[in-house]
Every structure is written in C-alpha cells, then in structure tokens.
C-alpha cells in the first residue's frame, strides 16, 4: 500500500541556518503531495502542496519539489527562524484520505 | 470564519472506561475525517464521512470504535471500552471538495491517554 517515509528527527538547528527535512514516498501513480505543520498547542496546518511531478510547492519561505524520478518531497527553507520549532509531516492522498509520515520535529534555537 | 474544532482537548480514562471525542467541522464543509496519531508514529486514518453517511471505515482499528455524524453536522467518536493501545492524538479534518482534490482542514486534535 501507500507510504511515506520522513527523516527521523529531532531536528535542532541554530536561527539562519539551512533546513532539510526528507521525504520519500511509495504509491501507485502520481499522487498530490503535501507537507502539514503543526504548531506548539495548534492543529495540522497546511504548509504547502504539489500536485504533479516537477511542481514546486512554497510557502512562508519553504519549498518542496515533486520528484517522480526519486519518488521524493524533500522540504527546504534557507533560513530558518525560532518561530518555526514545530512537527513537519509529510503526505500524500492515497485516494479519499492521506496518508502521513511519523512527522519530524523541528527545534530551532536562536 | 471558524476553523475545526475538537473538544475535549485532553482526555484522560481509565482501561475499561468509555470516552466520546467530538469534532465541529467548519461549516459547510460535507466532508469530515478522522485521523489518530499514536506514539509519535504515522497519523493513520480511521473513516471519512460524506455528510452524515460514512463513506469508509477502513481505518477503524476494531468495533470497540464507533463513529456518527447525526445531521451531517459535528461527528462523535466513541472508544468503549478503552484500552492502553488506544492512547494517542485523535484529529478531525473537514474539506468541502470531494477528497480526491479538495484541502483538509484539520482541528487542534484531542489527546487521549488510558491508564
């Protein structure tokens, strides 16, 4: 079946410096990829989405590109801020729901 | 507008108690969800309804689970009885579109623990 498989973290990184969270998926087709955010006491929130293969999802300086060739939605931000300590999940819709990944936690000091 | 909300937003019960989470949808919205989170892990679904019909509980982990959405409006989620290996976060998402392109939007989510 479908799956998505993410960097284990946590990941602790110092303020401005270069994010990297992995994410490689296996599915039967070309599926809409996703990555959620989810804030300290918040909700899952939408980060952002790509839909077919070599679309580049961003969003509040993040960015993930579709790769069908590698099966991957590897997320990356140049600079990253305190504010963004947070549970990065990656996902894809496997028919009428997602599927998710174990989620990354992501800590950044300042 | 209002987004999804949960409630309670941490429950803690007893082996062998029973314990309804509720979800509120943002309105309008025909599609609602039911995801768990447990142990650090994946965030699995459980079903999806389309209004008040469910649409699938493949993800259901066994029938001490039992799900409605009355009216098509809020959905309860009822574990009895609970067990330890029902400790998790459960979330509740709601899209309007169909689920194959639509967004879901998902609440805060409620904690459960079972000791």
């Known amino acids: 079946g479908d799956s998505v498989t993410q960097m284990e973290g946590p990941v602790t990184l110092s303020e401005e410096a270069f994010l990297t969270i992995n994410c490689t998926y296996t599915?039967?087709?070309?599926?809409?990829l996703f990555w959620y955010v989810q804030y300290p006491g918040e909700g899952l929130q939408l980060l952002l989405k790509?839909?077919?293969?070599?679309d580049k999802g961003s969003n509040k300086g993040f960015e993930a590109t579709y790769r069908k060739e590698t099966t991957s939605f590897h997320l990356e931000k140049g600079s990253v801020q305190v504010s963004d300590s947070a549970v990065y999940f990656c996902?894809?819709?496997?028919?009428?729901?997602?599927?998710f990944g174990a989620g990354t936690i992501l800590r950044v000091k300042s | 507008e209002a987004g999804v909300t949960q409630f309670p937003s941490h429950s803690v019960i007893e082996k062998g108690q029973t314990v309804t989470l509720r979800c509120d949808p943002i309105s309008g919205h025909d599609n609602l969800y039911w995801y768990r989170r447990v142990m650090g892990k994946e965030i699995k679904f459980l079903l999806h309804?389309?209004?008040?019909?469910?649409?699938?509980e493949s993800g259901m982990p066994n029938n001490r689970f039992l799900a409605e959405r009355t009216g098509g409006t809020y959905s309860t989620l009822k574990v009895q009885p609970a067990e330890l290996e029902d400790s998790g976060v459960y979330f509740c998402?709601?899209?309007?579109?169909?689920?194959?392109?639509?967004?879901?939007?998902f609440g805060p989510g409620t904690r459960l623990t079972v000791t």
């Open positions: 996902a894809l819709r496997g028919g009428n729901k997602l599927v």
């Open positions: 790509a839909t077919k293969a070599d």
């Open positions: 309804f389309v209004k008040e019909s469910k649409q699938d």
């Open positions: 998402a709601s899209s309007q579109d169909p689920p194959t392109r639509g967004t879901q939007y």
């Open positions: 599915a039967t087709g070309y599926p809409s």
